[in-house]
DNA sequence: CTTAATATTGTCATTATTTGACAAGTCAAT
DNA sequence: ATTGACTTGTCAAATAATGACAATATTAAG
């Protein structure tokens, strides 16, 4: 699950609409919706804003919006798998 | 050993010089040593040039390059290494 | 079926980020 | 002191990301 489809069943659990959290954060509902479905990506300000909104924790949504990013970097290489062993090692060596 | 480490590396050991492969990427030396130093990030298509100007390979390159994106991504954030095991799972689905 | 509400699509302007060139600087070895 | 290699700082140009708006589609209700 991706973090469109996240924030789309924390949404609709909370019987919420896209125009109500739109407006909270301040965008249009066009904007909301196209982070929904993983068009646009949401910013981390947003992020943190959602966590309150859809009353979850940073993470349930930080990790998973973190994770799109690095898919995202990825997804079309051939060597993708092999970066993420090395940017493994560098991190837990911090 | 990230990127610029790595490309000195090999430039060194070819005995070239920072003018000599700047000028074969068509950059100025001092975006060069940018590069080398990690101040700026090369293109992709820099990369495959540095492929062929250095001797070495794809798989020597390009994992270390995409890595250093990666780990610029994930450096400051509190969940880096959940989010790595996320990215994980999605790139070996597909 | 027709309307009304919700969500999506497409396009464009604005803003932010990245890339690069240039001028000036440091450092080391003569 | 001069030269060659590299670095630093600043600015402009190119590129990418963000958002608003208009129009369209989809769903639900009466």
Sequence with gaps: ??????????????DLLQ????????IDTPMFSKI????RRAKKEQVLLL???LDTTEEE?????LADQVYDLLKD???????????ERKLKDN
Tied chains: 1, 2.
């Excluded at 949504?61 to 919006?65: A, E, K, T």
């Design 77 to 87: 290489e051939k060597f993708g798998l092999a970066s993420l062993e090395i940017a």
């Design 36 to 39: 929904e479905r993983g068009e």
């Design 61 to 65: 949504l930080l990790p998973i919006w």
């Design 51 to 53: 966590v309150k909104l």
């Design 19 to 26: 125009r109500q959290l739109a407006a909270e954060l301040q």
């Design 1 to 14: 699950m991706d973090f469109g489809e996240k924030i789309k069943a924390l949404r609709e659990k909370k």
